[in-house]
């Protein structure tokens, strides 16, 4: 029995064994109990993780993979959930534990489950896979990269973020039209910021929105007071600011509207 892959749900499988235990080997398994595997398939990278000292959890939407999955892996007896990863409160089943995430993402959505991690970080110490390899350079580009961003700045914030190495697309069934990339991210040991976190959100997808302006321009609608308009940090473009300075913005741009 094998599963076809179904190019709606941006399925590819690997086929290369040593790449998947490599990605396997990426997490730590160190600080936390449970890992939770994204879009699974036929269970290539499911094998190796399940050869680890660690409670594992496969969440899956493809119907077909998750009856393969099932009568292939009785270690997974229980710990299959049919849900579509983005829509499911994964805490319906792990119930607040912490808890690492790894997988061969589709590409499709590997930046919205970028950002659901994010969101979810007080629970995600830890989080590695396989990406499109433009979207995994992105999240590890530091500033003055032309690629650099939203994604970049905001995993870098709470995460400490390292690409590990390319995939070639001849290791897929069927083969994508371009390279994967593996890259691992670890959260800080200190990973609140000293700002309000809501607003550095919005300040970093607002600046990054207009990425050719000087933030002067790009933040007009945080209604900047002329002192703050002179502060020469805002002569910058948004890729031209660390995640620290964006830490700095944030902070002046509360103080001005207190």
């Given at each position: 029995?094998?599963?076809?892959?179904?190019?709606?749900?941006?399925?590819?499988?690997?086929?290369?064994?040593?790449?998947?235990?490599?990605?396997?080997?990426?997490?730590?398994?160190?600080?936390?109990?449970?890992?939770?595997?994204?879009?699974?398939?036929?269970?290539?990278?499911?094998?190796?993780?399940?050869?680890?000292?660690?409670?594992?959890?496969?969440?899956?939407?493809?119907?077909?993979?998750?009856?393969?999955?099932?009568?292939?892996?009785?270690?997974?007896?229980?710990?299959?959930?049919?849900?579509d990863f983005l829509k499911y409160n994964i805490n319906e089943v792990l119930e607040g534990k912490p808890f690492a995430i790894i997988?061969?993402?589709?590409?499709?959505?590997?930046?919205?489950?970028?950002?659901?991690?994010?969101?979810?970080?007080?629970?995600?110490?830890?989080?590695?896979?396989?990406?499109?390899?433009?979207?995994?350079?992105?999240?590890?580009?530091?500033?003055?990269?032309?690629?650099?961003?939203?994604?970049?700045?905001?995993?870098?914030?709470?995460?400490?973020?390292?690409?590990?190495?390319?995939?070639?697309?001849?290791?897929?069934?069927?083969?994508?039209?371009v390279k994967s990339g593996v890259m691992r991210m670890r959260r800080k040991e200190?990973?609140?910021?000293?700002?309000?976190?809501?607003?550095?959100?919005?300040?970093?997808?607002?600046?990054?929105?207009?990425?050719?302006?000087?933030?002067?321009?790009?933040?007009?609608?945080?209604?900047?007071?002329?002192?703050?308009?002179?502060?020469?940090?805002?002569?910058?473009?948004?890729?031209?600011?660390?995640?620290?300075?964006?830490?700095?913005?944030?902070?002046?741009?509360?103080?001005?509207?207190?």
């Amino acid at each position: 029995m094998q599963v076809k892959a179904k190019k709606h749900l941006g399925q590819h499988f690997l086929t290369d064994e040593s790449i998947a235990k490599n990605i396997a080997d990426t997490l730590s398994f160190s600080g936390y109990e449970t890992v939770l595997e994204i879009g699974p398939g036929m269970g290539v990278l499911t094998k190796y993780i399940l050869e680890k000292e660690i409670d594992t959890y496969v969440i899956e939407i493809d119907t077909e993979s998750v009856s393969y999955l099932d009568s292939h892996y009785p270690k997974l007896h229980n710990k299959i959930i049919s849900k579509d990863f983005l829509k499911y409160n994964i805490n319906e089943v792990l119930e607040g534990k912490p808890f690492a995430i790894i997988g061969n993402f589709p590409y499709n959505i590997s930046t919205q489950i970028v950002f659901k991690c994010l969101e979810m970080r007080n629970q995600v110490p830890e989080f590695s896979g396989m990406f499109q390899k433009e979207v995994a350079e992105r999240i590890c580009s530091k500033k003055g990269n032309k690629v650099y961003g939203i994604l970049s700045v905001l995993s870098q914030a709470f995460y400490d973020v390292e690409y590990l190495f390319t995939v070639e697309p001849e290791v897929f069934n069927p083969p994508p039209k371009v390279k994967s990339g593996v890259m691992r991210m670890r959260r800080k040991e200190d990973f609140s910021l000293p700002c309000d976190e809501k607003l550095f959100f919005n300040v970093v997808k607002t600046g990054f929105n207009q990425r050719r302006k000087t933030l002067r321009n790009s933040l007009k609608s945080f209604q900047l007071s002329d002192n703050l308009k002179e502060d020469t940090i805002f002569d910058l473009r948004p890729e031209q600011l660390s995640v620290e300075q964006f830490v700095e913005i944030t902070q002046k741009i509360a103080a001005n509207a207190v």
